[in-house]
Structures are given as structure tokens and as C-alpha cells.
């Protein structure tokens, strides 16, 4: 039997050709008898699902175009234009703002490449770069204060209000931490 008459028989086979258990049979043959026709219900129920999806496409679900199989990409026709800004179209750049502070650049060389000497002209470009102000811890230090008493000479510090009980960090730093760790994923260490 070649493997397309085998092929052939699994399609044509169905639970109706499975041959039917009579009283000659052991208990055992009919139990494995049943045990395979509901495997064979099963697989069957699986390859008619499996054979529904694959019919779907974009046009009969709700399935992306991307996903259609044997897709044809479609040809777009050019317009003529040119890639880019357009002729007439108004560009957007950052706006400059009044800077902080001024560096004027000088050549890395002190003569061109011909030996000639730079002379400086009234032209510049500008180029603005922008960036936060370096962040500087406040330290507030408290003095716990020793006290005694004056009959039994028992010493006791004056109790220290701090705002997050025992912390030796205060509630901003706190805050910025718990911003770190569940916004960026960061550990606390």
C-alpha cells in the first residue's frame, strides 16, 4: 500500500466503517474499542475546527489583513511628489529660549587645513542644550538634647520629631524611590 492509498483510507474512514463489537469479543477489546472511538470523534472534531480556522482571512473575521495568508501586498501608485517637506511647507523646530549660559566655541585647529589663520566673523549658529539643574540632598540634622534627673540622676534624650518616624531619609527621597521602583522597575538597594 503506497502512502497516498493510506492517506486515502484515513480520509474516507469515519466511526460508522469502525467495526462493531460483538458478544465473541473480551471485555477488554470492547473497552479499547470505545476508548478509540472517542478518539477518533475528538480528532475528528479537532481537524474540522482546525480546517475552519484556516479558512478564515481578514474579509470573513476579525482577524488583521496582516495575518491573511497568500496575501498579495497591493502596489501603490506614485504621485509624482517627492519624499519630505513639501515646496511651501512650514518647518517646526524648537523654539530658542533666553540661555543661562554662553560658550563660545573656538576651531579645534589653529590654522586651516591650507595654513591660513582663522579670522572670526560676525556669523554664528546657535545650538541651545537643555538640561535639569543637578539635584543637592538637604541635610537637616536634629539635636537630641541629653537630659537627667535631678534626684536620681536617670539620663533621657529629648525625643526628636522626625517626619517619617525613624528613617534616616526624608519623605521626598522616599517618594522619589518608590517613583524609581515601581515606575522604572528598579530594585530598592
Known amino acids: 500500500m503506497t502512502r497516498d492509498e493510506s492517506s486515502l483510507k484515513l480520509k474516507t474512514m469515519s466511526i460508522p466503517n469502525l467495526p462493531k463489537p460483538d458478544e465473541t469479543w473480551p471485555e477488554s477489546a470492547i473497552k479499547a474499542n470505545q476508548t478509540l472511538v472517542e478518539i477518533v470523534t475528538k480528532l475528528s ?76 566673523r560676525e556669523a554664528f549658529t546657535r545650538i541651545q542644550v537643555t538640561d535639569i539643574l543637578e539635584i543637592q540632598p538637604t541635610v537637616t540634622e536634629y539635636h537630641k538634647r541629653c537630659f537627667s534627673c535631678a534626684r536620681c540622676g536617670r539620663e533621657t534624650y529629648a525625643r526628636a520629631n522626625l517626619p517619617l518616624g525613624e528613617s534616616r531619609f526624608g519623605p521626598k527621597i522616599h517618594a522619589f524611590v518608590l517613583d524609581l521602583n515601581l515606575g522604572s522597575r528598579l530594585s530598592y538597594r
Open 45 to 120: 472534531e479537532q481537524v474540522d475546527e482546525l480546517q475552519r480556522q484556516l479558512k478564515l482571512n481578514s474579509k470573513t473575521s476579525s482577524k488583521p489583513p496582516s495575518t491573511d495568508r497568500n496575501r498579495r501586498p497591493t502596489k501603490k501608485s506614485r504621485s509624482g511628489r517627492a519624499k519630505g517637506g513639501q515646496q511651501g511647507h512650514k518647518g517646526s523646530t524648537r523654539s530658542l529660549v533666553e540661555p543661562d549660559e554662553v560658550i563660545h566655541c573656538q576651531p579645534s585647529d589653529e590654522h586651516c587645513s591650507c595654513g591660513g589663520a582663522w579670522v572670526g
